[in-house]
């Protein structure tokens, strides 16, 4: 693909962290988003520590969501209206990546959908139809992104109202080194968001680590 300029509101945790490494390999301009300059720069500070190949430059949220082809949420749940409030404006016809998971600190391991549905439906809803939410990689293990040359053996399910934005989303789930599904419309991203507690209790109670999930039935032939 192309290369475009990927904004990462949010990108100073290891999710965001990791999907900057991964893109950035792929040729794709990464900005670093954060609510000050100041933290977004020691965000960049902080992945050129863990990652020295991966440039990246730093900017206030606003700026990366207008500088952005693609803008990619990576906030708490309890920031994530008020990030997109700052950035609203700068959206309009452009893909939002919205990995958001409604946990509710201290019972993480419980299933606890907003009022909305699910996170990624409140996202649309309170940006409305010029934006093209598309929700995904709620189910990624965010430390094993920031190893670009490990092979996550867990899927992506995409949800989102435009059949296009998903597709983009797909390839770009690709080019990080993962298989992305098309899982229908913005309201199913309640599905994913959801498996994200069920995944933390089998890692609690399995007493394993990094739990995902894999789409089965493929023709191999």
């Known amino acids: 693909m192309a ?3 990927i904004a990462i509101l949010g990108g100073t945790g290891d999710l965001g962290t990791g999907l900057a490494i ?3 390999r792929a040729g ?5 988003g954060s609510r000050t300059l100041e933290k977004a720069q020691a965000a960049v500070t902080a992945l050129a520590d863990i990652s020295p190949d991966t440039p990246a430059e730093a900017m206030e949220n606003a700026d990366a969501a207008k500088a952005g082809d693609v803008v990619v949420l990576t906030v708490p749940f309890a920031h994530q209206l ?3 409030e700052t950035v609203k404006t700068h959206l309009s016809g452009k893909i939002l990546i919205d990995v958001t998971v409604p946990l509710m600190p201290p019972k993480v391991g419980t299933v606890q959908l907003p009022a909305e549905g699910s996170a990624g439906k409140r996202a649309q809803d309170f940006l409305g139809a010029e934006v093209k939410v598309v929700s995904a990689f709620q189910n990624i293990a965010a430390d094993l992104l920031q190893d670009p040359e490990l092979r996550i053996e867990c899927d992506v399910l995409v949800t989102g109202n435009d059949k296009e934005a998903r597709q983009r989303v797909i390839e770009l789930a690709s080019e990080a080194g ?3 599904w098309h899982a229908g419309p913005i309201a199913n991203s309640a599905a994913a968001e959801a498996l994200t507690s069920i995944l933390i209790q089998i890692n609690r109670q399995g007493k394993i680590s990094h739990s995902g ?3 089965v039935g493929q023709d191999a032939h």
């Open 28 to 32: 794709h301009r990464i900005i670093i």
């Open 3 to 5: 290369q475009e300029t």
């Open 82 to 84: 008020s990030t997109l």
């Open 213 to 215: 999930i894999k789409i």
């Open 178 to 180: 993962m298989n992305g």
């Open 22 to 24: 991964r893109w950035s």
